[in-house]
């Protein structure tokens, strides 16, 4: 039972996160979608909650945990009180559904059996969440070791603070237990894509065929590329969760799911606090009247896990190394090439090929946030690339082709789901009119697509 520890904690998060319901909930919106939410709120509380007890010198153990989460659960229905859930959709699958739950399953066992462990989990992710979890909090002494630089010391500790609270659960650090937030991560972004499918108006065909593809990839590349006990998932989750909150009417529901989305990003690694800033400049560019209203929601949750990293981290020099160099246009011959050949990788099996309807996707009207999105953390991750700290051309080569793909790997999710929106608007009309016939259309309210 110890190794389904992780499943436990996420369960915990979910139903304090559910507390939040009544301000995160939007009408007739997906059950799946709603419980991924809850989940998320949840993660970013515990996480949060872990570098207050830390702060107080109050010892990770499951009796403050527990407490924790309860308190948070307590705090979440103190806040939402006097505003109910609004009733969700009924849940309806279809064969693409089975298909992604043929390919969460094959994830899921792979991981748990750790046949696709992350070499980041064992260099540095799963080292740290090990070190946490013997110092039952965060253990700076291990981190400002000279010798700990090679684990990425200046990373936020979302990740190995998740680690640390499931090996207490677990009652000790079992790798498998570890591994299963990866099935967890990959779950919440199924049902993420579901909703922003749902949402966009898409044929039923369309949904069903997206969502095929979009697990299938996942899961090749997910099981091809060793990504388990990795927080890449996390990244590739976060704009799918956040992409229906720009779906519909503007409101206080949306702002929150952004922020908190946000916050996930910010405290899972460096480049989702690029992922953050961009994420909630865009929403509060389209949140248009009440965009001040909106700041609170939107800000807090990621400087509640920001600002405690960030403070610490400057406290006990975790910043001191440099990760950037010159920004040099002629990186380019260089560059450009090893792109390719980790777009390229076995693993893809192609899948990469769908950032070349990138530009295409802004004039598709649903999928414009999500373009917007990908967009600017692609050009973040080629402006790192063309900043790089190494001095020769076969290590800036190396850089690139073995950090590349696991970098498009958080932008590939939602790209596929946005393609097959695209795709269902420039060719299905007549598909729409015949699936019109036998299926009831999406009915517009005043409160959005429902």
Not at 24 to 42: H, I, N, S, T
Not at 203 to 221: G, K
Not at 346 to 366: E, Q, Y
């Amino acid at each position: 039972m110890s190794a389904l520890a992780a499943v436990v904690v996420a369960a915990a998060c979910t139903l304090a996160g559910g507390r939040l319901r009544g301000l995160l909930a939007r009408p007739g919106e997906d059950r799946l979608y709603r419980l991924a939410m809850q989940l998320v709120a949840g993660l970013v509380a515990l996480y949060a909650g872990l570098l207050a007890l830390d702060a107080l010198g109050v010892p990770w153990n499951p009796l403050s945990l527990g407490a924790l989460l309860a308190l948070v659960a307590a705090a979440a229905r103190l806040a939402s009180r006097g505003a109910p859930a609004p009733p969700a959709a009924r849940l309806r699958f279809g064969w693409g559904d089975a298909v992604a739950a043929l390919c969460l399953a094959a994830v899921a066992v792979a991981a748990w059996k750790t046949w696709i462990v992350s070499p980041d989990f064992i260099f540095h992710w799963g080292i740290k969440g090990w070190k946490f979890h013997l110092a039952r909090g965060i253990d700076f002494e291990f981190l400002t070791t000279p010798w700990s630089w090679p684990h990425h010391v200046d990373y936020p500790w979302l990740f190995p603070g998740l680690f640390a609270a499931t090996a207490a659960v677990a009652g000790g650090f079992r790798e498998p237990a570890m591994m299963l937030w990866t099935a967890v991560c990959f779950a919440a972004l199924l049902a993420a894509a579901r909703e922003v499918l749902r949402r966009a108006g898409a044929s039923p065909f369309a949904r069903q065929s997206t969502m095929a593809i979009l697990a299938a990839s996942s899961a090749a590349f997910g099981i091809g590329f060793l990504t388990a006990g990795s927080p890449d998932w996390v990244l590739a989750l976060v704009p799918l969760a956040a992409w229906p909150a720009f779906l519909g009417p503007p409101g206080r529901a949306g702002d929150l799911r952004v922020g908190i989305a946000a916050a996930l990003a910010s405290g899972a690694k460096v480049e989702g606090l690029a992922m953050a800033a961009f994420l909630v400049a865009l929403y509060f560019l389209w949140r248009g009247p009440g965009r001040c209203r909106a700041l609170p929601a939107l800000a807090a949750p990621s400087l509640l896990v920001v600002v405690p990293w960030l403070v610490q981290g400057l406290r006990h020099g975790l910043f001191a190394a440099s990760h950037r160099g010159a920004f040099d246009l002629g990186h380019a011959a260089v560059i450009v090439p090893a792109l390719g050949q980790a777009l390229g990788v076995a693993a893809w099996h192609g899948a990469p090929l769908a950032l070349l309807l990138l530009p295409a996707l802004f004039f598709v009207r649903g999928a414009r946030p999500a373009a917007a999105l990908v967009a600017l953390q692609l050009l973040f991750y080629l402006y790192v690339y063309f900043a790089s700290p190494y001095p020769t051309a076969a290590e800036l080569d190396f850089y690139v082709r073995s950090s590349f793909s696991r970098l498009a790997f958080h932008l590939m999710p939602t790209v596929l789901v946005a393609c097959g929106i695209a795709l269902d608007r420039w060719l299905g009309p007549g598909a729409k009119a015949q699936n019109a016939a036998v299926s009831p259309a999406p009915q517009i309210s005043p409160k959005g697509l429902e």
